[in-house]
């Protein structure tokens, strides 16, 4: 495989890059910054406007055959709560665009891996659910909205494309930082052992290890699968207080929790069949594990 992946420095792809160098693929970053110290080569690319002529050249030359779009923004402050956000539009949206006007224009004709998200099913359940890729989309935040115009895009373009949808759900593993829930609460539990305040402990999720994810990314971008969606997920439910009473044993500490919006609340969760059956992928690294590597 011959790949570029755009989004370079984002955590994912830091992983996949890895993975697909492992497996002896040749890769490409592209990254929005020249001012990075790479171990794979990269091109400079901001996806809100389409890629300039000489870049277009560059990526010419490196004859790519998959090209794994995961350049994005996710954090629901900057995306909108409701719609799509202006930011959100230009790099979710049309920043996608300007990645199948690539995939067009390269005469390799590449297949084009997006990765998508379990937020185009929208954030709430009833109860614990697993949704297959078949049910309607009900996205409810600007986000999950724009992911799926971007679905859209791909399919609109579909005559001249060889495209694969993969519905990423949760995941955390080595390297994740920001926000989100698993580097959130380990930063809380080293720095503030005695009492920290958290959004739910009583949420049901669906988390995996990206190291998982980035080798079903790799196994589903192949031409037979064309066209197809893929959810990529653990395929299981897991209490968000499971993940912190895990942390903290590992840890080896006990603290006061509070909880800022206390209640049950249920994520979707995926249902994996479609991928196990075409590709025999599992998610083989357990939660325990996942989280005993972030804290190394």
Not at 85 to 91: D, E, L
Not at 96 to 107: A, E, M, N, P, Y
Request: glycine share 6%; with cysteine.
């Amino acid at each position: 495989m011959r790949a570029i992946i755009t989004g370079g420095l984002g955590f994912v792809a830091q992983h996949l890059a890895q993975h697909l160098s492992d497996c002896g693929d040749d890769v490409l970053l592209t990254l929005r910054t020249d001012d990075c110290n790479c171990q794979f080569p990269t091109l400079h690319w901001d996806i809100t406007a389409p890629m300039d002529p000489p870049t277009v050249r560059a990526a010419e030359q490196f004859k790519p055959d998959t090209i794994f779009h995961l350049a994005a923004i996710s954090t629901r402050d900057i995306c909108g709560s409701s719609e799509p956000s202006a930011a959100a539009m230009a790099v979710n949206v049309q920043g996608t665009q300007h990645v199948i006007d690539l995939c067009k224009s390269l005469s390799t004709k590449p297949l084009l891996l997006f990765s998508s998200s379990i937020y185009v099913y929208g954030s709430r359940r009833p109860v614990v659910e697993n949704v297959n890729e078949n049910i309607s989309p009900a996205p409810d935040n600007g986000y999950g909205v724009s992911k799926l115009l971007a679905e859209q895009l791909l399919r609109s373009n579909a005559s001249h494309l060889q495209w694969v949808i993969a519905r990423s759900f949760q995941h955390s593993g080595p390297g994740q930082s920001g926000s989100l829930l698993v580097p959130d609460w380990i930063s809380k539990l080293q720095h503030r052992p005695n009492n920290i305040t958290v959004g739910n402990l009583n949420t049901w999720i669906d988390i995996s290890d990206v190291r998982d994810v980035v080798r079903a990314y790799r196994l589903i971008a192949q031409p037979q699968f064309n066209s197809q969606t893929f959810n990529v997920g653990s395929g299981k439910a897991t209490r968000s207080g499971e993940v912190m009473e895990i942390l903290q044993n590992l840890i080896g500490t006990r603290c006061e929790i509070e909880e800022l919006q206390p209640g049950t609340h249920y994520l979707p969760i995926a249902d994996i069949s479609h991928i196990t059956r075409q590709t025999n992928w599992i998610p083989t690294i357990s939660i325990t594990q996942m989280l005993r590597d972030c804290l190394e």
